[in-house]
């Protein structure tokens, strides 16, 4: 059998070990390169970070670079407003999420009819452990067919009458307001057919968190999704996670048509 | 006489050696459990942190959206005239989608809240507590065996109609939920005065229009048509002429 001392060397061997992999199994999404991209002076490849040209280029590439910057921008901006603008034509309900505004707004025909603030707006893909996941492209991410997770239930009174009888029915009973009619989970999902889904959690959920809701959160929900996303072949695709206030989260949940249809628009 | 050490020694380092072997074996005994525990909580770490690198990895939505950005930036170098022609078709469609918005009076209904709002060019211009369908059934046991179902339709609409004192013409779901026959004769359906002031048709019978019971407002008690409280309704019959755009969620 193992020293002590030789076991508190094993140990402590086999915590680095882990620190060591923890990063390794948590691969960040494939950073798109951009094609042709050249170091800047910091040497850096960066796509998130703007590169100034180096002090010596030609103005002509400066222009240029600038030029083809501004036509991607637009091109985005415009594969975006198209289908804002099919949307606007059609005569389904849809969500817009705008990441720069920090807004979610449910629409019709173009005319905004409800408006929610967002605190919090994340996006994700599915990732395994050693493995590159798929690149993140929210920007005009189009989503049909949305269906909320759990789906909203209602009681309805139903009256039975037939002809000839003597007694009036019952009259209905008048239902409390919408706030006690639903019963509103912490968080939920609209769900699309398009391998897209969106989770709604309401920020007083997340912040009022105890010891063990946070044991929940975060050992054993992941442990749980890892689970079930392995078993399941037909994950989703992209999941968006909007967080917002608690009233807003349950006022979604109420008023959410069935299938609602989702925008993310470009950052402008 | 003194004992040789020859003989002493080897038997004191004999019986060292064997206290030190039995305490080896005593503290091999207390030792073992606190391996295995150890080693279950290395495993359960091992574990934990192996499948918490499975999942959905969460990104700031902006960031990926610039990301996304500059990462087109990157693409085939485009010339002025490919821009021109993208900016001339980026302001058409802006300017469509402005379009679309109404430019007058309209209304928006939020049926699960029992709230209307009366805007112009998206300033609100009037918020009302007003009452949706309660979601009844009403089922005919009998004769014909109907079935209605008492919700407010989403959508939208507009105003096809404007009535003042409207009269209501009582539909056959009307007698049967009150226990009453159905009449044979036509003028035994009209009820006066149980629509309010104003009536506005937004098709398939369904209308925005007055009601008896102000204090039920704000609650889900219509048979899909929207209740609105007597200074509420004059406003918005003020306000919106036929063809205004309604909007019912």
Redesign the interface.
Known sequence: ??H?AT?RRV?LG??AA?WL??PL?????A???????KPGASGSTD??R?ESPPSDAKPADAK??E????????????DA??K??AL??G?D?YLL?D??RRTLR?M???????EYHLHD?????????FQR?S?????GLLATQGALDPPRE?D??????????????PE?P?????EEIYRIPPRYWIRYADGVAVEVRSREESRKASLKTLVLEH?WE??R???A??RNKNR?KV???LEMSREDAA?LY??L?PDTKLL?L??T | MASTPSTSVPSAIASAVELARARRRRQKRRRWPLAVVLGCVFLLAAGVVILRAYGYGYHPLAQAAKSQLAAARGQAPAGLEQLAKLERENKRLAAALVDLVPKGFYLVIDQTHNRLSLRKQDQEQLKAACSAGGGVVLIESGGGKRKWVFDTPRGRFSVLRKVENPVWKKPDWAFLEEGEPIPKNDSERFEYGMLGEYALHFGNGYMIHGTLYERLLGRSVTHGCIRLGRDDLRQVYASCPIGTPIFIY
């Open positions: 059998m193992l002590r076991l140990l086999a915590l882990l992999a923890a199994a948590a691969q960040k999404p950073a798109q390169k951009p094609a042709g991209a796509p998130g703007a240029q670079a030029t083809s910057a501004r036509t991607a921008t637009v091109a985005l901006q415009n407003l198209r804002e603008l606007a034509k005569t309900f999420v990441p720069v449910l019709l025909s173009g005319v905004v009819l409800e707006l994340a996006i994700g893909t599915f990732r395994a452990p996941s690149a993140l492209n929210p920007a209602r309805r009174f139903e009256l039975v009458v037939g002809p000839g009888e003597t007694d009036p029915p209905p008048v239902p409390p307001p919408a050992i992941p442990l999704m890892a689970l996303d392995l989703d999941r968006l996670l006022a109420r008023v048509p993310v470009p950052p």
